[in-house]
């Protein structure tokens, strides 16, 4: 039995007509946990999904020996086919479908009760996962909850679920599946400390089970159980050695943060009297309840102009729930007794008059987020409110956007369709779309995930130099205290739907 589960020698990738690697050589031998880091567009998501066999392979030789683990027989036509139901990839974003199995979830859904009941619950979906048919399957439906902590969950309908909730079911879901090589790219996005503090003790369950992963990750969250590290750049494997004998230096991401503040105050419209607002946000007593479940309880909180707020607190504390009040999305808004912009929620002010107010993204915006349109459309659309541009694009906005594509450095992606970049390049692109029209309120809901270091610390810089050259509003919603920009000097702090701080 060949000690190889899978190699690829000297391939060509393809996605489309893009070539994503030239001459690839990669192999994991059993005994063998791999992380894979890089900056933005190195190739590590492509790496995985090339494993999954998600791409066009030519040239060079691909094997898997999956299979032989369990004895499995099987023809040739049948080997890749088996090889890859042995394989399970979690990704950055999930592919829910409705109920009806008609459509995809929707942004907003899981806020309008007719719809969000069109959706299967936690133990509907796990339920529908199928392995192959092996003796001796390690993870049962109880393991796997019990070891994502999704035991509470279990009558949650999917929609509901919090962005880090989600996380941990679908990683729940592969492991169902029972397979030998797991795939995870970037799996601690999204996470709350707790559950990112627990997730070493996690994976090495999953890695004493049998299972051998590979993981997309940050060169500062390399897991205990890695043992071999593949350093990516732009679509290369410039080094692949043991765990033991990687040092920092081999990672050397760019470096120059430079803010041009010229440039960012003439797209600020400094001169620009801007509208002054007494109360951005009054919430007096606010209460959300769905069904038995409590989301926010008597929650107080007033934000004056000029402020800027962390909002933080676990995994399903009430955060979203609390944002899409502010934000308009969620009708029970005006069963409560709140003020947006010096205006009481139901004495006229429709949801397009706040939405024109805010800038704001979120990681539930960037999952439901339609990837047609080019990046410079997506950003334009930001001026009207809309997800995506459905109007002939205006010649002086479409300047302006591309302007901030060059302040948050992705100009380079402008002709490009959303779908076809980068994961952080996305979020870039909807950061870039939240800011574009100047608004008085800007609500960054875990804005960093999936970037790198560097577009981390450029963004951060960004932001804390339009905090220093206009009087905007800030809610910073993270996981991460070294995402908090430094402009940032008033926390509220959320657990099981109240205020602890």
Same mark, same amino acid.
């Given at each position: 039995m060949s000690n190889t589960l899978f190699s690829i020698n000297n391939a060509t990738v393809r996605f489309l007509t893009n070539t994503l690697?030239?001459? *690839?050589?990669?192999k994991i031998n059993q005994g063998e946990n791999w992380a894979l880091i890089g900056e933005s567009g190195s $190739?590590?998501?492509? *790496? =995985?999904?090339?494993?999954? $066999? !998600?791409? +066009?392979i030519t040239g060079g030789s691909v094997n898997y020996y999956l299979h032989e683990e369990f004895n499995y027989s099987a023809n040739v036509n049948e080997s890749i086919g088996i090889n890859n139901k042995l394989i399970a990839l979690v990704e950055p974003r999930h592919h829910?479908? +409705? @109920?009806?199995?008609?459509?995809d979830f929707y942004y907003q859904q899981r806020y309008n009760s007719s719809d969000s009941e069109d959706a299967l619950t936690v133990d509907d979906y796990l339920q529908t996962i199928?392995? =192959?048919?092996?003796?001796? %399957?390690?993870?049962?439906?109880?393991?796997?909850?019990? @070891? *994502? +902590? @999704?035991?509470? @969950? !279990?009558d949650k309908q999917l929609i509901k679920l919090s962005n880090g909730e989600t996380k941990r079911l679908m990683l729940a879901a592969a492991l169902l599946k029972n397979p030998v090589l797991l795939l995870l790219d970037n799996p601690l996005t999204g996470l709350d400390v707790k559950t990112r503090e627990e997730f070493n003790g996690i994976i090495k369950q999953i890695n004493d089970s049998g299972i051998s992963l590979i993981i997309a990750t940050s060169v500062h969250e390399i897991p205990d159980i890695i043992t071999h590290i593949a350093v990516l750049k732009q679509g290369e494997i410039i080094h692949h050695i043991p765990k033991a004998e990687f040092t920092p230096a081999l990672f050397k991401p760019n470096v120059d943060d430079s803010i041009d503040t010229v440039e960012l105050s003439n797209l600020l419209n400094i001169d620009k009297n801007p509208i002054k607002y007494n109360q951005i946000v009054y919430m007096d007593s606010v209460h959300i309840k769905y069904g038995d479940k409590t989301i926010l309880d008597h929650v107080n909180w007033q934000i004056k102009t000029g402020e800027r707020w962390a909002l933080l607190g676990p995994n399903g504390a009430g955060k979203s729930t609390l944002l899409s009040l502010i934000n308009g999305d969620n009708p029970q808004a005006y069963a409560n007794n709140i003020v947006l912009f010096d205006k009481k929620r139901g004495t006229g002010e429709s949801i397009w008059d706040i939405k024109k107010k805010i800038g704001f993204v979120s990681p539930e915006l960037h999952q439901y987020f339609p990837t047609d349109n080019s990046c410079l459309q997506v950003i334009e659309s930001g001026y009207y409110d809309t997800l995506g541009l459905f109007r002939p694009s205006n010649k002086d906005r479409a300047e302006i956007a591309l302007r901030w594509m060059k302040a948050l450095e992705i100009d380079r992606y402008a002709r490009t369709l959303l779908k076809n970049i980068p994961a952080s390049a996305q979020r870039l692109c909807l950061l870039a779309r939240a800011l574009i029209k100047?608004?008085?309120? %800007?609500?960054?809901?875990?804005?960093?995930q999936g970037m790198d270091d560097h577009q981390q610390l450029h963004f951060k810089n960004l932001v804390d130099t339009i905090c220093s050259l206009s009087n905007v509003t800030l809610i910073y919603v993270t996981h991460y205290q070294h995402e908090i920009p430094n402009s940032v000097n008033k926390v509220l702090r959320l657990d099981k739907g109240k205020v602890v701080s």
């Open positions: 690697f030239k001459n *690839l050589t990669f $190739g590590k998501s492509a *790496l =995985l999904q090339t494993i999954a $066999g !998600r791409f +066009n829910f479908r +409705n @109920l009806s199995n008609t459509t199928k392995s =192959l048919p092996r003796p001796n %399957l390690y993870w049962t439906f109880d393991k796997a909850l019990a @070891l *994502l +902590n @999704l035991h509470h @969950l !279990r100047n608004p008085s309120l %800007l609500i960054f809901d875990e804005p960093c």
